[in-house]
């Protein structure tokens, strides 16, 4: 059976570690596949009888290398919370460990070399939450684009939010409003407080049980509001496919959305997918996209619309019930009529990555990278936060020479840095910071002095990959696909310009800008002698 993979999580329980998938079928219903798993890490040979004495794990000699070339054994644990402790403890002792910062769950899933969509092989059985729990199953991967379930959510309060007015539902055949109102109302169902509506909230949203929750500044504004209501009856937002509490993690930073994690299920944002998937717009007000990608307006629209929402509340309650639901609605039509989810969830397929991450270029380079690392028995190094020692050579722009000009001839590059990287073998992999004992012969130079070797790079390799794949996208008429690979191919200069990178370095970023220029002073002078 085929499936894809919404959420990558963990168990521990009675002192054995499991790797959770939760997803979809292609039957249409949810999945759990819930196999044993032991995380791990490396160290080098040469350190593993000091590491013995420190820490009474397992240990085995592999032929797995790090960069140096220097053969490394595998330290496996019995559980992934040791992992930070052992760590910490290695470190003080100058151990040096390598892939000790995976997560869990990636870490079984590049093992698997799964990035999204996955094939089980096995029997299931039912649970309260998930139509088949998937125990101990062989899996592979596989490719299949999913149809998921979308719930759109949204609320209304006071002008002050501070008191709730009622939550709108809205998806593929069901929509719904809860209203707290003493009397019943047409088109709601009504409720005497804010206690027993969120109750009914969390069990319709586990009876509908959608794979993706979204909504209008939703995570900011909405859960954060129904978190905070429900802390104050000690409810707990438990609507997953998994037994928790939804928690929040929220983001002041502009470079960084607010995020939230429920169970088995993908809580995505609606202007956060507009925004990563490049769309641009005048502003991200739900009117503003509503008007682009709907033929449906607001009802209430403007500064003056908090008051109309308390007029509509106590005055027009059918008005204000079609205005809650309409919101709700909007949100759902424009993430799919802008075909921003759909591109998130190739852009999933495409790097391995949770649907409410694929914006991570870090993430989505180390998930590719360490994949292909794996399948040439190479160990990256631990992820270290670093501070950009000075910035990077940008990039080249030419005086003009003002004057009137005939047969003007307008020349692009294609896909520059990615086809810098590909051309001269730009790689960490492949990087010599020190060329003692290499001949001349086996190495390129870049205009900026640093060298890489002429071997077969691995991020050269990757784009290499995707430039296929993109070029078939193209001429199967397949704009999400080759978007989302010219999304992910353009990151990557980026990513190896960023010192938070496990493989960010000054030099080889300076390689691929220092080539660019180059090439382009080149195309100057050349077009000058014509």
């Known amino acids: 059976m085929k499936g894809f993979i919404t959420n990558a999580t963990y168990k521990v329980e009675k002192d054995k570690s499991y790797v959770q998938l939760y997803g979809k079928l292609q039957n249409g219903e949810s999945f759990l596949v819930e196999n044993p798993y032991k995380p791990y890490f490396y160290i080098k040979q040469s350190d593993q009888k000091k590491a013995e004495k420190l820490a009474?794990?397992?240990?085995?000699?592999?032929?797995?290398?790090?960069?140096?070339?220097?053969?490394?054994?595998?330290?496996?644990?019995?559980?992934?919370?040791m992992v930070p402790e052992i760590r910490s403890l290695f470190g003080d002792k100058k151990i040096a460990y390598y892939e000790a910062d995976i997560k869990f769950a990636?870490?079984?899933?590049i093992d698997n070399n799964i990035l999204s969509s996955i094939k089980i092989e096995g029997t299931s059985e039912k649970s309260q939450r998930v139509k088949n729990v998937y125990t101990d199953v062989k899996i592979s991967?596989?490719?299949?684009?999913?149809?998921?379930?979308?719930?759109?959510?949204?609320?209304?309060?006071?002008?002050?939010?501070?008191?709730?007015?009622?939550?709108?539902?809205?998806g593929k055949n069901f929509q719904k409003v809860?209203?707290?109102?003493?009397?019943?109302?047409?088109?709601?169902?009504?409720?005497?407080?804010?206690?027993?509506?969120?109750?009914?909230?969390?069990?319709?949203?586990?009876?509908?049980?959608?794979d993706i929750i979204t909504g209008w500044n939703f995570i900011d504004f909405d859960?954060?509001?129904?978190?905070?209501?429900?802390?104050?009856?000690?409810?707990?937002?438990?609507?997953?496919?998994?037994?928790?509490?939804?928690?929040?993690?929220?983001?002041?930073?502009?470079?960084q959305d607010s995020s939230a994690a429920i169970p088995g299920r993908v809580v995505l944002d609606g202007i956060a997918m507009l925004k990563n998937s490049f769309v641009k717009?005048?502003?991200?007000?739900?009117?503003?996209?509503?008007?682009?990608?709907?033929?449906?307006?607001?009802?209430?629209?403007?500064?003056n619309r908090y008051k109309q929402i308390d007029n509509a509340y106590k005055e027009d309650i059918q008005t204000f019930i079609d205005y809650n639901l309409l919101d709700a609605k909007l949100a759902y039509n424009i993430i799919h009529n802008s075909t921003v989810l759909d591109l998130t969830i190739q852009r999933s397929l495409l790097t391995g990555i949770q649907l409410d991450r694929v914006s991570g270029s870090i993430s989505s380079f180390d998930s590719l990278y360490l994949?292909?690392?794996?399948?040439?028995?190479?160990?990256?190094?631990?992820?270290?936060?670093?501070?950009?020692?000075?910035?990077?050579?940008?990039?080249?722009?030419?005086?003009?020479?003002?004057?009137?000009?005939?047969?003007?001839?307008?020349?692009?590059?294609?896909?520059?840095?990615?086809?810098?990287?590909?051309?001269?073998?730009?790689?960490p992999w492949a990087y010599a910071p020190n060329t003692k004992g290499i001949k001349s012969s086996e190495l390129i130079q870049a205009p900026n002095k640093?060298?890489?070797?002429?071997?077969?790079?691995?991020?050269?390799?990757?784009?290499?990959?995707?430039?296929?794949?993109?070029?078939?996208?193209?001429?199967?008429?397949?704009?999400?696909?080759?978007?989302?690979?010219?999304?992910?191919m353009n990151s990557f200069f980026g990513v190896l310009a960023n010192p938070i990178c496990r493989f960010y370095s000054r030099e080889i970023s300076n390689a691929i800008t220092h080539f660019g220029q180059h090439l382009i002073k080149l195309c100057a002078e050349e077009s000058e002698k014509i």
């Not at 707990?236 to 928790?244: A, F, P, Q, S, T």
């Not at 784009?463 to 989302?484: G, Y």
Request: hydrophobic share 35%; glycine share 4%; charged share 30%.
């Open 450 to 488: 640093a060298h890489f070797k002429r071997k077969e790079g691995i991020l050269p390799n990757i784009i290499e990959k995707l430039w296929l794949q993109r070029d078939k996208a193209k001429k199967a008429s397949d704009p999400l696909a080759s978007n989302a690979i010219k999304i992910l």
């Open 178 to 210: 809860l209203l707290i109102k003493k009397t019943k109302v047409k088109n709601a169902i009504c409720f005497p407080n804010s206690q027993s509506l969120l109750q009914h909230f969390r069990n319709l949203i586990i009876e509908y049980d959608p």
């Open 56 to 81: 009474p794990l397992k240990y085995e000699k592999t032929q797995v290398e790090n960069f140096d070339s220097e053969l490394l054994t595998k330290v496996t644990l019995p559980s992934p919370r």
């Open 371 to 427: 994949r292909e690392l794996k399948k040439r028995k190479i160990a990256a190094p631990t992820g270290e936060y670093g501070e950009r020692e000075e910035r990077i050579t940008g990039g080249f722009v030419r005086d003009s020479k003002p004057g009137i000009y005939d047969n003007i001839i307008v020349l692009d590059f294609k896909s520059l840095y990615p086809s810098i990287i590909r051309t001269f073998n730009i790689d």
């Open 141 to 170: 991967p596989t490719n299949y684009f999913p149809e998921l379930k979308v719930l759109s959510i949204d609320i209304e309060t006071d002008k002050k939010a501070k008191q709730l007015y009622s939550i709108a539902l809205y």
């Open 106 to 109: 990636n870490r079984y899933l």
């Open 281 to 303: 717009l005048p502003d991200y007000k739900l009117a503003t996209a509503a008007k682009e990608f709907t033929k449906d307006k607001k009802i209430f629209e403007g500064s």
């Open 223 to 255: 859960l954060k509001f129904l978190k905070y209501e429900a802390s104050k009856h000690n409810l707990k937002l438990d609507m997953g496919r998994g037994e928790g509490d939804t928690r929040l993690y929220i983001r002041d930073s502009f470079f």
